[in-house]
């Protein structure tokens, strides 16, 4: 059998920080001229931050849905920047020149602005709920696979395709099938039908669970586990949490990085399985190289590092004093570091969510098959409900 060609999941794999070095993929076909000038990242960024500023402008407006009473401001900038990527990717063929500067968007500025985001963590509030969404985050990861694979058999699908529409769904969505489709020689079919799944009922859930969160009454707390336990991928995550409250956000964000970090063992765990059973029914058996190290995403010791900062006091409160000789007004300015960091982690995950919706094309998704549907969106909705009913019964 023939090598799949792995070079469409790309940008899913930096979806969730990693790189095309995660597994021993084929080499990219070099390119046959060098890019023009006009391939710089720098225009596709610009698109982005255009969408960006658009959508910060859009939830200030002073009407309903945007501004509620209280004044409130219920659809915030990360969902609408979403939206509007996603209505001009399909409303308009974008140059291809623009795709280096989308693809930065999200390979490089979201993982800067989850970094950043450690700035609001401070590990001595989050002792409570650190231990509680850890268990949640290995027993969601256990239901998700069991109860994937059981329903691959009932509607006899191929044992492959549960395997990676489990990892997808347990995990973190595209970057867990790419992960894995090597390790259990998947065919290429099984890994398009399983990424175009999970990446669409990802989108139905990051925007129905903040309603279903209201409609519930969940405090920020709960919501921002539950977004981070349900949801597949770190976008999505993202954007469902701070669409619910900034803290909502945060939360989700460091669930969700739990979630990822069970991404290596769970693939090392299926590719001793995988072997194993090979060697069973063959006699032969044959190693995969998996630089597991690259599994483990670099933002995620970044954001850890900047919330340890933060959490021991060096990210500290300033004052600055500005004599009445200088060129600005005169006069005291408080600074708070943390805080300033946090509005820039804000501003930098704005971006890369115009970027995520720019990369969103609807005829993609029509490549999901029925029954791969189902089988995800029967485990999607346990998983959701079950870690729903253990954060109420724990009381998170």
Not at 23 to 44: F, I, S
Request: proline share 6%; net charge positive.
């Amino acid at each position: 059998m023939s090598q799949p060609d792995y070079s469409w999941a790309e940008y899913l794999d930096y979806m969730e920080g990693g790189g095309s070095d995660v597994v021993n993929l084929p080499p990219a076909k070099p390119a046959v001229a060098a890019p023009a000038k006009k391939d710089h990242p720098l225009w596709g960024v610009l698109v982005a931050i255009g969408l960006t500023l658009a959508a910060i402008y859009l939830a200030e407006l002073p009407f309903a849905p945007f501004t509620l009473a209280g004044n409130r401001h219920p659809i915030e900038p990360v969902m609408l920047a979403i939206v509007l990527g996603m209505a001009l990717s399909n409303a308009w063929a974008l140059p291809k020149w623009l795709q280096p500067g989308i693809k930065f968007s999200v390979k490089k500025i979201l993982p800067l602005g989850i970094v950043l985001l450690g700035a609001r963590l401070n590990f001595g509030e989050m002792l409570k709920v650190g231990g509680d969404a850890l268990m949640l985050s290995v027993l969601e990861t256990v239901v998700a696979l069991v109860l994937l694979l059981a329903l691959t058999r009932l509607l006899k699908l191929p044992g492959k395709l549960g395997v990676l529409l489990g990892v997808g769904t347990a995990i973190c969505g595209g970057t867990a099938i790419v992960a894995t489709a090597p390790v259990i020689e998947a065919e290429e079919k099984d890994v398009v039908f399983s990424v175009a799944t999970v990446t669409l009922l990802g989108l139905i859930a990051m925007f129905t669970l903040p309603l279903i969160g209201h409609l519930l009454e969940l405090n920020s707390r709960q919501f921002g586990v539950w977004a981070g336990l349900s949801i597949h991928q770190t976008p999505q995550v993202i954007a469902a949490g701070f669409s619910y409250s900034p803290e909502a956000g945060g939360m989700a964000t460091i669930v969700k990085l739990a979630r990822v970090c069970l991404l290596a063992p769970v693939v090392f765990i299926i590719g001793v399985v995988y072997a194993r059973q090979k060697l069973k029914a063959t006699g032969v058996s044959e190693r995969k190289r998996i630089n597991y190290f690259h599994l483990f995403p670099m933002f995620v010791i970044g954001f850890l590092a900047v919330a340890l900062l933060n959490t021991v006091g060096l990210l500290p409160k300033l004052t600055l004093h500005i004599a009445e000789k200088s060129l600005i007004a005169a006069g005291d300015r408080d600074l708070n570091l943390a805080t300033l960091l946090e509005q820039v982690s804000k501003f930098c995950i704005i971006i890369s969510m115009a970027g995520v919706g720019l990369e969103t094309k609807f005829a993609a998704m029509r490549q999901t098959g029925l029954k791969p549907f189902v089988a995800s969106l029967v485990a999607v909705l346990v998983v959701a409900v079950l870690t729903l009913g253990m954060i109420r019964f724990l009381k998170i």
